[in-house]
Structures are given as structure tokens and as C-alpha cells.
């Protein structure tokens, strides 16, 4: 009888656990049995791995076999497992010890190891728990080598890790490098559209929700995608955690990320594939995709009222929470949503050009629903632009100068950016200036604004006071921050 043990991971959201693979050869019948909970993929592995193993010519048990998955009240599931369950087996016939390295990939019938993905939140558990030495997929080299502190080694056939366990050869060891910032369009190429501009900056510099209005070609896409350009560079754990969330949706990486992401989905995008979700194993949304980055929504009068309502929870938590039967799955989802969409159906700028049915202009934007507008920090309008000739506009890098140092500003007095700070601390401890919050009260007291309103409108102000080095918003910064806080958006009939 020969026991061996290997380890691996199962995913949890953006997380990965530690999971023991153990191979017993003993007496009985000839056959292999997985124990542990173990999902469907893995139970179709047992020809596969068998198969595999035979055509590359290793010796495979000619008795009763058990694979067992510990923890065994933990479900697991996913084609990752097969290396580990290979290189169990290889050491429990070669009597070799595997107990401290970690096995990932896909086991072809030819024996070749084939790409996964995850590659990088199992990098981190082994590192967290101490794992000695981690073997994946030459395929994964660019992601797994992105990871500093911890000994990978790449394979790309199943024989290479027999020639390792035996000592007869060395695996080749992960070599990654240092992915630069992407490059994004420039913010220079805009023509005209100042409004839009300045509330880009002002999105950008607090973290702020934008909403963009106006008829077709007027640039709302344009302006919304130069937007990650003026935002600063991830910092290493942002770099990590938003690289994590795209290694889990099997994207594959290169590297880990460096600038702020942008996640543009089709307006025909469901619940789930927006806020994630899935069987079995459900996989991140756009929203976590977007993590410390952008979420773009076009034409946002074609997304149904109820894929628009699910973003209400990340918006305000940051994280979204699937629950699946006794347990609950996390996806980080901190992200800047810019939505747009056109004036009315017909797109006409000024509603005396309107050709739209009164009933169907009234309709118009009825998907968004109020507690969603109140999520919205800044509302403005683009209109379309005469012929211009491209002057010498300020550039995503000038913008970009600014939106760090306010960004600065906001993160030494709060520790979070002003479009992420606490509301009861913001109006106990940080209010405007005794003319501002005059002003504020006044609008409240008309229903010109929420409860929920004011705080936004306030957090807007503070931003505004960063970008102009204030150290405190008054009455100017309030009512430039209530005109950058417009959400009616209705089209006048």
C-alpha cells in the first residue's frame, strides 16, 4: 500500500482555500474513486487522467485507487485539480514526498498541462499559508511569475513533473515582468464639451458617479473612456486585488494590472453577467471586473429597470454577495460607474426638435429609478459641437496632475476618497461653511434634494475644494456642486 499527498486550492468568489489531495494505491479492484465532495469535472477525470498517463507512457495502479479531497466537507470543483491528482499518484508509486507543493492545471489525454484559470488567488493562499513550491501551466508563466515572494515552476507535460519528482530534471522556474500602465486615449482630443470635461475631472479626482446626457455623437463615449487615463496608476495591493478578479474570470493575464481597468458591457447585459453569478462555481460580474476602475454604460434606456436596480448594493457596500445554498460568495466590486445615454428616443438636442410621441418622451429614462439617481453623484449634459478645429486643449496627463493631488489631499484627511466617505461623519464633523449649509437646508426643505442628496452633494462640494486646494467648501463650491448634481433627466414635454 502507498499513501502520497499534494496540495491544490478550491475558489471561493476572488479567494482560494487549500485543499489536500491525497492518492491511496491499496488492495481491491482495480478502479479509481474521488472522495471529498468533489464536483463533475473531477469525476469525468478518472478516464481522462488514467488515459493520459498510459500515452505518455507512466505507470498508472493496477489496483483499487482513492483520491481524497480534505477538507471533505468543502466543495470543490474544476479541471485544476487533475495536475494535483496526477502528481499524487506519480509520488504515491515512486514513493516521493509532495506534501509541500502545490499542482495546478488541466491534464489533456496526451498528457499535456494546459492553461487555468485563477492562477494568481491561488498564488496567494500558497503564499499566505506558507507553501514551499507551486508547479502550473507554462501557459500561466505570465501571471504566475507577476507574483513576488514565492517560488513558482512552469510544465508543460505531465513527464516533465515525473523527471522532477524523480530527480532526474528541473522545471523551468515562472519568470514574469513588470506590465507598464495601458495606454489610454487622451482627454486633448475632446472638442469642446467643457461641462463634461470638468466633471470627468471631478468624477475622477472623488470617485464619483457620473451620468452623461446628450444626443448621439456629442462624445459621451469619447469623454468616458479617456476617463481611466487621467485616473493615478494602481497601487500594488489594488494592482493585486483587481488582477485577482480578472485572473478568476479566466481573461488571462500578462502581468498584473497597473492602470485603472475599463468595463464596457453591451447594453444587452443581464443581472448576472453584470453583478456576476453563474452555477456551480459562479464567476465575477462587469462590476467586479471594474474593480478600482471604470464601469461604463451605454445607452443605458436599453438595460431593463432591474438589471439597472442590481447595481443599487455595490454602489453602496463595494462588494457584491451572491448566496448559493448554505454559503456565500463574495466578489469586491469598488468601482466609478459612468452611465450615458441619449436625450430621448429620437436623440434630438433641443426638445422643440423632438419628434418623439409625448407618452414615449414621458416614458423615456423611467428605468432609472430614483434611489439609483440618488447613487448618482454628477449629472450633466454634452451637446453636439459645430465645426471645430482641435486646438490646444489640456491634455489627460494636465487633468491627471490634479486629480492625483486631490486625490492626496482627500486620503490624508479621511484615509478614503470624498465619494467614499461616511455620511454621518461627513455632515457631524466635515460640513460646508455656515453659507453652504444654509444654501443645502434650503434645497432640502423644497424637495429640490434628498436626505441622501445632500450628502452626495456635499461629498461633490469637498472634491471641489481639493481640485482647488480649499481647505474647506463654502457657498460657491455648494452651489457648483448642486448644478454638477442635477438628475432630472427627464425630457420637458
Request: charged letters at 20%; proline letters at 5%.
Amino acid at each position: 500500500m502507498a499513501l502520497a499527498k499534494t496540495l491544490c486550492v478550491s475558489f471561493e468568489g476572488v479567494s482560494a482555500l487549500i485543499v489536500g489531495v491525497e492518492a491511496n494505491i491499496g488492495a481491491g479492484l482495480p478502479g479509481m474513486y474521488v472522495v471529498g465532495l468533489a464536483g463533475a469535472a473531477m469525476s469525468e477525470a478518472k478516464d481522462r487522467l488514467k488515459t493520459a498517463m498510459i500515452n505518455a507512457g507512466l505507470p498508472w495502479p493496477k489496483t483499487k485507487l482513492i483520491v481524497n479531497l480534505s477538507t471533505a466537507d468543502l466543495r470543490k470543483s474544476g479541471s485544476h485539480f487533475d495536475l494535483a491528482i496526477c502528481a499524487a499518484v506519480m509520488s504515491a508509486t515512486l514513493n516521493v514526498r509532495t506534501d509541500d507543493t502545490m499542482f495546478l492545471g488541466e491534464v489533456g489525454l496526451d498528457g499535456a498541462i494546459k492553461p487555468v484559470p485563477g492562477i494568481l488567488p491561488a498564488l496567494l493562499a500558497a503564499r499566505d499559508h506558507g507553501v514551499q513550491c507551486i508547479v502550473v501551466p507554462a501557459g500561466n508563466e505570465a501571471e504566475a511569475g507577476a507574483l513576488a515572494g514565492i517560488t513558482v515552476l512552469t510544465a508543460s507535460h505531465i513527464t516533465e513533473v515525473a523527471d522532477w519528482l524523480q530527480g532526474h530534471g528541473p522545471l523551468d522556474r515562472a519568470v514574469g515582468y513588470q506590465r507598464t500602465a495601458e495606454r489610454h486615449p487622451d482627454m486633448a482630443d475632446v472638442v469642446g464639451q467643457e461641462e463634461a470635461k470638468i466633471a470627468a475631472e471631478v468624477a475622477a479626482a472623488g470617485g464619483h458617479h457620473l451620468l452623461l446626457i446628450g444626443p448621439p455623437g456629442s462624445g459621451k463615449s469619447m469623454i468616458a473612456a479617456r476617463i481611466p487615463g487621467i485616473l493615478p496608476e494602481l497601487t500594488d495591493n489594488e494592482a493585486i486585488e483587481s488582477s485577482a478578479v480578472h485572473s478568476m474570470s479566466g481573461s488571462g493575464l500578462d502581468g498584473l494590472l497597473r492602470s485603472a481597468p475599463l468595463v464596457t458591457p453591451h447594453h444587452s447585459v443581464s443581472s448576472a453577467a453584470l453583478i456576476g453569478g453563474g452555477s456551480g462555481r459562479p464567476k465575477p460580474g462587469a462590476v467586479s471586473l471594474a474593480h478600482h476602475g471604470v464601469l461604463f454604460l451605454d445607452e443605458i434606456n436599453e438595460i431593463p429597470a432591474h438589471v439597472l436596480d442590481s447595481l443599487r448594493m455595490p454602489l453602496e457596500s463595494g462588494v457584491v454577495r451572491l448566496l448559493r445554498g448554505q454559503r456565500e460568495v463574495m466578489f469586491p466590486a469598488q468601482f466609478q460607474l459612468v452611465m450615458a445615454a441619449n436625450p430621448c428616443r429620437c436623440g434630438c438636442e433641443e426638445p422643440a426638435d423632438c419628434t418623439c410621441p409625448a407618452t414615449v418622451r414621458r416614458r423615456y429614462l423611467s428605468n432609472l429609478s430614483g434611489p439609483l439617481k440618488d447613487r448618482i453623484d454628477l449629472c450633466v449634459r454634452t451637446h453636439v459641437q459645430g465645426a471645430q478645429i482641435l486646438g490646444d486643449a489640456e491634455s489627460s496627463a494636465a487633468i491627471a496632475a490634479r486629480v492625483v493631488a486631490a486625490r492626496e489631499r482627500a486620503l490624508h484627511r479621511w484615509g478614503v476618497l470624498s465619494g467614499r466617505m461616511d455620511s454621518r461623519t461627513l455632515r457631524r464633523d466635515f460640513a460646508a461653511d455656515e453659507a453652504g449649509m444654509a444654501y443645502l437646508g434650503a434645497l432640502l426643505a423644497d424637495g429640490e434634494l434628498s436626505q441622501r442628496g445632500v450628502d452626495r452633494t456635499l461629498r461633490v462640494a469637498w472634491t471641489l475644494s481639493d481640485l482647488a486646494q480649499q481647505p474647506k467648501p463654502g457657498l460657491e463650491q455648494i452651489a457648483a456642486a448642486t448644478a454638477l448634481h442635477n438628475t432630472n433627466v427627464t425630457v420637458p414635454v
